[in-house]
């Protein structure tokens, strides 16, 4: 069936959010795993008997497979497919969970980490790819933060699965548990239908055409976009060979690489990993450490809806400049705070607060948008290979700061390393005027041409 003759299909817009909720169900993944083995730390360590180093390698190792998964997804997601990739990585899921649930000895808990840290390099870097392929461009910036909401929403899940699993201390439970959640993500995503542009990519335009007729629904639109497509098809580069050729995608790569970096220098999992740490050192008890650091989630949560429902209206630039402004504020004060001293019940409530305000900050921001621009800005044919490096560097600094944090603190004071954060926040404020695009409504394509056209950085959305 051809493009001009295809029958209108009503319900277009409403297919492709169903698809981009399920995608964004890896999203809930990304989140289990992040948040999972905070709770779990103390109780795998006495029952293994194990040292600190031991457990830094378990808790770190999955950071490490998710560098390996996100590296490797990008020649996956081009030879097999977005869809393939991402079922690859929901199998992964659900072996790793059980296996981490299972493990008789700390070497199995160790594989099963690093099983479940591919999984989730896989996924986090093929369902943003995914959805920025699949979206309508009037909701993409919103599908994509919905993906973030689902991270956002695994970590609260598995900060309150942990919590309740820790009156009887039962580890396995912790860490296996989230197989169930792997499992419905494998039986929803094997019903997706595969990206429309990859389908091109590889010359199966029958495939595509019906894609496009369940996602956009509308003749003109599918004709439009196939012709945008294969018009931009006509380059002959790919990947890394298109790295090495082309200056105009070295700069893409390079932004997009700088934005991860950006995304994690801002703080946000220093406060994810070590919440109940920083709420000690307030002076809290352990009870009320475990409710702050659900609260922590739960904002985290709420906060992400601000970013879904005003990044297609006011752009991402504003938003971004709002999110860094607000989390240098957060960061600051606490760190003044805890150089002053949090003695009265006033001055330790002020210090979560201000806390709470630096995450409010985050989730609004650098924690949808990063993600969104990241699989908006690479041409075509090296979006693979540029989103797999943005997201490898993303793990890598991820990895970088969980385990930088203790010896910060160590070394400088507690009180210096929230001002440090602080700092680059702002340090932010600048790059972003002097380099990031404002992708608010322009087409992938228009993207494209304005980035290989020479424009400056901040100028390819216009
Ligand atoms: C980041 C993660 C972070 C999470 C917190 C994501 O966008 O990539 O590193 O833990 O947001 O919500």
């Not at 990206?195 to 990519?201: E, G, I, K, N, V």
């Amino acid at each position: 069936m051809s493009a001009t003759n295809a029958p209108p299909v009503t319900h277009g817009k409403a297919a492709a959010i169903f698809v981009c909720i399920l995608a964004a169900l890896a999203g809930l993944m990304f989140g289990l795993d992040i948040g999972v083995i905070s709770g779990a730390q103390q109780f795998l360590q006495k029952d293994f008997g194990i040292s600190d180093d031991t457990l830094g390698w378990i808790v770190s190792v999955m950071m490490l497979g998710a560098a390996l998964g996100a590296l490797g997804a990008g020649w996956l997601s081009s030879q097999l497919g977005r869809k393939r990739t991402l079922i690859l990585g929901a199998v992964l899921f659900v072996g790793g969970s059980v296996l981490c649930g299972a493990a008789p000895t700390p070497e199995v808990l160790l594989v099963g980490r690093l099983v479940l840290g591919v999984a989730i390099g896989l996924a986090s870097f093929t369902a943003p790819l995914y959805l920025a392929e699949v979206a309508p461009e009037s909701i993409r910036g919103a599908m994509i933060s919905l993906y973030q909401l689902m991270i956002t929403i695994g970590i609260l899940v598995a900060f309150l699965s942990d919590t309740a699993l820790s009156y009887s201390g039962n580890w396995r439970w912790m860490l296996g548990i989230i197989a169930i959640p792997g499992a419905l993500f494998l039986l929803g995503v094997a019903f997706l239908p595969e990206s429309p542009r990859w389908l091109l990519m590889k010359g199966r335009h029958p495939e595509a055409e019906q894609v496009l007729q369940r996602l956009l629904g509308d003749r003109a639109a599918i004709a439009k976009e196939i012709g945008e497509i294969q018009e931009q098809l006509k380059t002959p580069q790919r990947g890394v060979h298109m790295f090495l050729q082309n200056a105009n995608f070295r700069r893409s790569v390079g932004l997009g690489v700088l934005l991860q970096v950006m995304q994690q220098l801002t703080g946000m999992n220093v406060v994810m990993y070590y919440a109940p740490r920083i709420f000690q050192g307030m002076g809290y008890a352990t009870e009320s450490q475990m409710w702050f650091t659900a609260i922590v989630g739960l904002v985290n949560v709420l906060a992400t809806f601000i970013a879904i429902g005003l990044v297609d209206k006011l752009g991402r630039k504003p938003i971004l400049y709002i999110g860094f402004v607000v989390m240098a504020i957060g960061l600051g004060v606490v760190g003044t705070m805890m150089k002053l001293g949090t003695l009265t019940h006033g001055q330790q409530f002020f210090t979560v607060g201000m806390l709470l305000v630096f995450i409010v900050g985050f989730a609004m921001s650098a924690g949808p948008l990063i993600w969104t621009l990241c699989s908006e800005i690479q041409p075509l044919k090296g979006r693979d290979f540029g989103i797999g490096c943005s997201t490898f560097t993303n793990w890598v600094a991820n990895w970088l700061v969980g385990l930088s944090f203790l010896p910060l603190l160590n070394s400088i004071g507690q009180a210096e390393t929230f001002w440090l954060y602080g700092a680059f926040n702002v340090l932010f404020i600048g790059l972003t005027v002097w380099l990031v695009p404002e992708t608010k409504g322009v087409t992938l394509e228009q993207i494209e041409r304005n980035l290989m056209a020479g424009k400056p950085l901040r100028r390819i959305g216009q």
